[in-house]
């Protein structure tokens, strides 16, 4: 059992405005968390998805692309799969794969049998809290990062074409923050047959930050700015009122969803 005590989602097809806190054991462990969703100052509509749950030790940013309201099925469908998926499955590496790929297959045959909705596609983030460990299934350039004393640390690499330059090092992370292909997408999920997406685990401290977001947050708020927002001394719901007030200051050109994890 993990994250609240109640399940948290916006899997619907409407924009979200909704937030989010909670409070459970994990392992012995004290987890806080929060989530919200906001459709930004310019977009006509809100595209992006999350997920938190006690019950499926999960939680899920996804980020839609596909027109008018491509974006908006795409990342609720593969939030649906996943946490359908994991009603009846214990979370592990293999299951959280398989889980990508039914996702995949879901959106794609959806929009397969929808000619208005073709080329639909969606990032996924997920990430369940396990004892010592997190486990991350990842496509497309929504990120996960740890933050603490020390930092912040990205445990995500983006599926674009900065992202590649970025892990090939041909170019540094700063450039690849401002590179002009940034945003060309290398690999999402729903708008090819089959997908490789980023399964691995990696070590978690107690009073550590754990961070899911879409670009909405991370294009516009800067690593630093984010750290400082997050480790200032505060609860949960003022980091992310300091989250989204930095967002907002930038002109929140996206639709912005993060959650936020105290662990």
Not at 81 to 91: G, M
Request: proline fraction near 3%; glycine fraction near 8%.
């Amino acid at each position: 059992m993990l994250l609240s005590e109640e399940v948290w989602v916006k899997i619907s097809l409407l924009p979200a405005d909704n937030c989010v806190e909670g409070r459970a054991k994990t392992g012995g462990i004290d987890v806080k968390v929060i989530g919200v969703s906001e459709k930004g100052q310019v977009r006509a509509n809100n595209e992006d998805s999350f997920y938190c749950s006690q019950d499926n030790q999960l939680l899920i940013v996804a980020d839609g692309m596909g027109g008018h309201v491509g974006g908006e099925v795409a990342s609720a469908i593969s939030v649906r799969t996943i946490v359908s998926f994991f009603d009846s499955q214990p979370v592990s590496a293999q299951t959280l794969t398989q889980a990508f790929t039914q996702a995949n297959e879901a959106v794609y045959n959806y929009a397969a049998s929808h000619p208005d909705l073709k080329g639909m596609g969606t990032t996924l983030t997920a990430v369940s809290v396990l004892d010592q460990q997190l486990l991350v299934g990842h496509i497309g350039d929504s990120r996960a990062c740890l933050l603490d004393n020390n930092g912040l640390e990205w445990i995500t690499s983006d599926h674009s074409v900065s992202g590649q330059l970025l892990e090939m090092g041909k170019i540094s992370h700063s450039e690849a923050e401002t590179h002009p292909q940034r945003h060309v997408l290398t690999q999402v999920l729903g708008t090819e047959a089959a997908i490789e997406p980023d399964v691995f685990n990696i070590p978690w401290q107690p009073g550590q930050f754990l961070l899911l977001c879409t670009d909405g947050l991370s294009d516009v708020v800067n690593e630093q700015e984010i750290h400082s927002a997050v480790m200032a001394d505060s609860d949960l719901d003022i980091k992310k009122d300091r989250l989204l007030k930095l967002v907002a200051h930038r002109g929140a050109p996206d639709n912005v969803t993060f959650i936020l994890a105290e662990l």
